[in-house]
């Protein structure tokens, strides 16, 4: 019997083509994926006239120092749960990264962190800021991300809000080019006009500050159910994204507002609320494929006087609970947050690294193993074992001994496409 030929002809599959344009333009605009850059694992909170060019350091040191007076970062490790090798392998890692960098991403705050002082006041504290942050960024203490939260686009703030933004923005810029990680913080969003008004702000500032279109992106904190659930009974925060494409750099969930604007009370507020876990579960989905990352919130439970011990075990199980959760950054507000978030993290990183790395092996080399990997899944192994070097958790030497794979080929597994569009 003849081979059988094709029965479509070229008119057919033009006609497809035809009907698929649009969505072919959608895909390519709006699903551009992750972009392969580094995303900081948390994000620290300072009331704006607090920051100094010490300030990253000056928590480092007293993280380490709560550390040392409970125990030491070991000792913190058995305290989350882990064997004595984990622990061992974690805490010189940990005690390094509270010495080096101990603040990933820092956000001077101007809304509920400074509160309303006067204009003069905030004027001169908005511009102290911007100095301030141009001056560490120079003298290489600043952390690799920072920027400033400035107060919402509801009537009442708006004004003030904007003028923060512009001050802080037109400060940087008069002081020279742009701190490569400054990011942008607009809080309490409802609608998507905001967002979109917030577009039109920075795409002004960019043409008044001769920036190229697109540099200043901004993050939006979800911190209220009408970004949820709108009045007409769809989902605002998954518009965000195609209201501005390439805008937004992130969603953060804001634990407390959010929380409050639900009516739980006080004592039961909490990152793994069935309503937190809604909420963030609906941002999941609304930025999926878009690159724009996800930050979980915070816990106000602090390690301080005679619950440092407590304090930790709750801030390291909600920390690995937004990690196994897909939720990679999550907000600290205290410096003896940090060796908790960091001991979690590290632990997450580590323990997953040598199935992680065995499975990535065997995808490469096409060895038949325990698991059948598709592309998709070897996407995410990449993804996850990449992270814990970007974070400091393991080291390219110990990925290239277990996965037999560089940091070149592992970035190019993680974003296929990447690699794709820089070999075009």
């Not at 019997?1 to 070229?10: E, F, N, T, V």
């Not at 703030?157 to 701190?179: I, K, N, Q, Y």
């Not at 410096?335 to 065995?358: H, K, V």
Request: hydrophobic share 45%; glycine share 8%.
């Amino acid at each position: 019997m003849a081979s059988p030929k094709p029965s479509l002809s070229a008119g057919d599959l033009a006609h497809i083509d035809v009907q698929l344009a649009a969505t072919d333009r959608l895909l390519e605009r709006n699903y551009p994926g992750d972009d392969g850059s580094r995303q900081p694992v948390h994000t620290v909170y300072v009331p704006a006239d607090l920051f100094t060019a010490s300030f990253a350091a000056d928590w480092g040191a007293e993280a380490l120092a709560t550390a040392e007076a409970h125990g030491g970062l070991e000792e913190l490790g058995a305290l989350l749960g882990q064997d004595a090798a984990l622990a061992g392998a974690v805490a010189p890692r940990v005690a390094a990264k509270l010495s080096s960098e101990p603040i990933e991403d820092l956000r001077l705050d101007f809304e509920d962190g400074f509160g309303d002082r006067g204009d003069d006041a905030e004027d001169a504290a908005a511009v102290a800021a911007a100095s301030a942050v141009a001056k560490a960024v120079a003298a290489g203490s600043a952390p690799p991300f920072i920027g400033i939260r400035f107060k919402c686009f509801e009537a009442a703030t708006r004004v003030r809000g904007l003028r923060t933004l512009d001050l802080f923005v037109s400060g940087l810029a008069s002081a020279g080019e742009l701190p490569e990680g400054l990011v942008l913080t607009l809080p309490k969003v409802t609608t998507v006009a905001q967002v979109q008004a917030m577009d039109y702000a920075v795409s002004r500032l960019e043409e008044v500050h001769s920036l190229p279109a697109g540099r200043l992106r901004f993050e939006v904190q979800v911190e209220t159910p009408q970004l949820i659930l709108g009045p007409d009974g769809t989902s605002p925060v998954a518009q965000l994204p195609h209201a501005v494409p390439g805008r937004i750099s992130g969603l953060h969930y804001g634990t407390y507002d959010y929380s409050a604007s639900l009516q739980i009370s006080a004592e039961y507020q909490s990152m793994e609320h069935p309503v937190a876990d809604f909420a963030k579960e609906v941002m999941q989905l609304a930025v999926a494929g878009t690159g724009i990352r996800l930050s979980d919130g915070s816990t106000n439970i602090i390690p301080v006087g005679d619950n440092v011990e407590n304090a930790w075990q709750l801030h390291g199980r909600l920390v690995r609970r937004s990690l196994e959760r897909g939720f990679y950054q999550g907000w600290d507000l205290h410096p003896a947050q940090l060796p908790s978030r960091f001991t979690a993290t590290y632990a997450f990183y580590r323990q997953g690294l040598p199935a992680a790395a065995a499975r990535l092996r065997n995808y490469v080399e096409q060895t038949t193993g325990g698991v059948m990997d598709e592309p998709a899944t070897a996407r995410a192994l990449a993804a996850f074992v990449l992270r814990g070097v970007q974070c400091g958790a393991v080291g390219a030497d110990e990925v290239q001994a277990l996965a037999a794979v560089g940091i070149p080929q592992l970035t190019a597994l993680a974003h296929p496409r990447l690699a794709t569009t820089s070999n075009s």
